[in-house]
T-cell receptor, first 115, second 114 residues
Framework: DTGVSQDPRHKITKRGQNVTFRCDPI?????LYWYRQTLGQGPEFLTY????????KSRLLSDRFSAERPKGSFSTLEIQRTEQGDSAMYLC?????????????FGSGTQLSVL | AQSVAQPEDQVNVAEGNPLTVKCTYS??????LFWYVQYPNRGLQFLLK??????LVKGSYGFEAEFNKSQTSFHLKKPSALVSDSALYFC????????????FGAGTRLAVHP
């Protein structure tokens, strides 16, 4: 299976610690998205990359959050000084092409618990 | 602002019966609408999309959705439900700001009983 993979699957951390998540998109996909999903809610957009360029960031993404996609391949999402409100499922998705409205392929997510 | 609403938290259906999962939308301009499904411990999977054209859209696993502009709805349907259809279903609309960013509804849990 060459789908979107995310690592780790689960992360438990103490408040104030830094955490980093990794996403490996489908290899030929040039677009990469990060979403956050809390219990009982749909995914909320966090940020978008086209190749290595970060083209959009949600207002949900405070200055404690940073995302990178070096060389337009894998991506990392770092959260500094974690807070309990950061506890959520962090989803990565990728897609191919320049046309709008193509479907997104999602990874299984990283479940973050901040104690 | 673009938004979607899924008015039902949960839908219960007997196996073999038809199912409907409801979605209404609010957009400026033409809507680009999607349905995704989330199985336990799995990522969201694309089911179908409406961009333009025929109001009845067919998708994966026997699902279809009906676009109704006058009612601003995009309900997901299946003629005969399977127990394996039990999952969390999300309606989404493409944000008019571009980049194919999706705005998701809160989700509807479908439970199909044998």
């Amino acid at each position: 299976d060459t789908g979107v993979s995310q690592d780790p699957r689960h992360k438990i951390t103490k408040r104030g610690q830094n955490v980093t998540f990794r996403c490996d998109p489908i290899s030929e996909h040039n677009r990469l998205y990060w979403y956050r999903q809390t219990l009982g809610q749909g995914p909320e957009f966090l940020t978008y990359f086209q190749n290595e360029a970060q083209l959009e960031k949600s207002r949900l993404l405070s200055d404690r959050f940073s995302a990178e996609r070096p060389k337009g391949s894998f991506s990392t999402l770092e959260i500094q000084r974690t807070e309990q409100g950061d506890s959520a499922m962090y989803l990565c998705a990728s897609s191919l092409g320049t046309a709008t409205n193509e479907k997104l392929f999602f990874g299984s997510g990283t479940q973050l618990s901040v104690l | 602002a673009q938004s979607v609403a899924q008015p039902e938290d949960q839908v219960n259906v007997a196996e073999g019966n038809p199912l409907t999962v409801k979605c209404t939308y609010s957009v400026s301009g033409n809507p680009y609408l999607f349905w995704y499904v989330q199985y336990p411990n799995r990522g969201l999977q694309f089911l179908l999309k409406y961009i333009t054209g025929d109001n009845l859209v067919k998708g994966s696993y026997g699902f279809e959705a009906e676009f109704n502009k006058s009612q601003t709805s995009f309900h997901l349907k299946k003629p005969s439900a399977l127990v394996s259809d039990s999952a969390l279903y999300f309606c989404a609309v493409r944000d008019s700001g571009g980049y194919n960013k999706l705005i998701f509804g809160a989700g509807t849990r479908l439970a199909v009983h044998p």
